[in-house]
T-cell receptor
Framework: ETGVTQSPTHLIKTRGQQVTLRCSSQSGHNTVSWYQQALGQGPQFIFQ???????GRGNFPPRFSGLQFPNYSSELNVNALELDDSALYLC????????????FGPGTRLTVT | AQSVTQLGSHVSVSEGALVLLRCNYSSSVPPYLFWYVQYPNQGLQLLLKYTSAATLVKGINGFEAEFKKSETSFHLTKPSAHMSDAAEYFCAVSSRFMDSNYQLIWGAGTKLIIKP
């Protein structure tokens, strides 16, 4: 059983640009969640997908969007990047509808300059 | 709405001493409670989880946690700290937000510092 993988590991973007972060969930895990973790803080819930549909969202603006694909991969897209978007972005997958433990990827470190 | 409080953003203990990291949840008993650990520049790793099967839960690396419903607590302990335990620890609870869907509600984290 493979773990959760994320790409890229690190990314540097300029304010105003757009970015796509990718995640590959564990096989059979129907739920994927995305988190933003700013330096020195806990994870902040961005949104969650279950069977390719968004079924929960945290306090993030619409310029944060996502997709989940049938092959257990998913994307986080961020438009019009702002300096405050600089953070570690974590993807986590869960079997079923998300009640159990989440399996985390290593994260993507995004720096916006 | 469910919330999680971790008392102490930083906890410092000597190597070999008892580790106690505190976590309290706010409302009705959640279906699951978790402790995760995060080492610098890494993702989150599950230490242990409570699923109502037993109130004392044993996890990896010698950690354990006890669920106390009367105190709405789920504190993490380890009898003897090791230098390799230095990391940030997060408590989380699962919370239903619609129908059968759940999300994790996270505490702010506690950074564990081990003194030689």
């Amino acid at each position: 059983e493979t773990g959760v993988t994320q790409s890229p590991t690190h990314l540097i973007k300029t304010r105003g640009q757009q970015v796509t972060l990718r995640c590959s969930s564990q096989s059979g895990h129907n739920t994927v969640s995305w988190y933003q973790q700013a330096l020195g803080q806990g994870p902040q819930f961005i949104f969650q997908y279950y069977r390719e549909e968004e079924n929960g969202r945290g306090n993030f603006p619409p310029r944060f969007s996502g997709l989940q694909f049938p092959n257990y991969s998913s994307e986080l897209n961020v438009n019009a990047l702002e300096l405050d978007d600089s953070a570690l972005y974590l993807c986590a997958s869960t079997p079923g509808q998300g009640a159990g433990e989440q399996y985390f990827g290593p994260g993507t470190r995004l720096t916006v300059t | 709405a469910q919330s999680v409080t971790q008392l102490g953003s930083h906890v410092s203990v000597s190597e070999g001493a008892l580790v106690l990291l505190r976590c309290n949840y706010s409302s009705s008993v959640p279906p699951y409670l978790f402790w995760y650990v995060q080492y610098p520049n890494q993702g989150l790793q599950l230490l242990l989880k409570y699923t109502s099967a037993a109130t004392l839960v044993k996890g990896i690396n010698g950690f354990e946690a006890e669920f106390k419903k009367s105190e709405t607590s789920f504190h993490l302990t380890k009898p003897s700290a090791h230098m390799s335990d230095a990391a940030e620890y997060f408590c989380a609870v699962s919370s239903r937000f619609m129908d059968s869907n759940y999300q994790l509600i996270w505490g702010a984290g506690t950074k564990l510092i081990i003194k030689p």
